[in-house]
């Protein structure tokens, strides 16, 4: 199993960025999937999840209305549509499998900053 996130860099306040998560070695498809994501002496958070077939997706509060989680099960990827960035979304941001005890991506960096 692996998971490879990418699309992460340095944005200012307000700015946009997308998040993808390029899966391979399981049935993609028939897994619901997260993102979590880690700020610098924090604990790993959920983010947001999507089911297997997209057709539930939950968001943590504080990404209501201004993330955008979802999945191209043809392509074995998962995304995060993240729009209105703060400050406090600076995070390492990770993509998640409840498979075998659970597998994690290494990890993209987002740096909202002025």
């Known amino acids: 199993v692996q998971l490879v996130e990418s699309g992460g860099g340095l944005v200012k306040p307000g700015g946009s960025l997308k998040l993808s998560c390029i899966a391979s070695?399981?049935?993609?498809?028939?897994?619901?999937l997260g993102w979590y994501r880690q700020a610098p002496g924090k604990e790993r958070e959920l983010v947001a999840e999507?089911?297997?077939?997209?057709?539930?997706?939950d968001y943590e509060d504080f990404v209501k209305g201004r993330f955008t989680i979802s999945r191209d099960n043809d392509k074995n990827v998962m995304y995060l549509e993240m729009n209105s960035l703060e400050v406090e979304d600076t995070a390492v941001y990770f993509c998640?499998?409840?498979?075998?005890?659970?597998?994690w991506g290494q990890g993209t960096q987002v740096t909202v900053s002025s």
């Open positions: 070695g399981f049935s993609f498809g028939d897994w619901m």
């Open positions: 998640y499998v409840n498979l075998h005890g659970g597998y």
């Open positions: 999507i089911t297997s077939n997209s057709g539930r997706v």
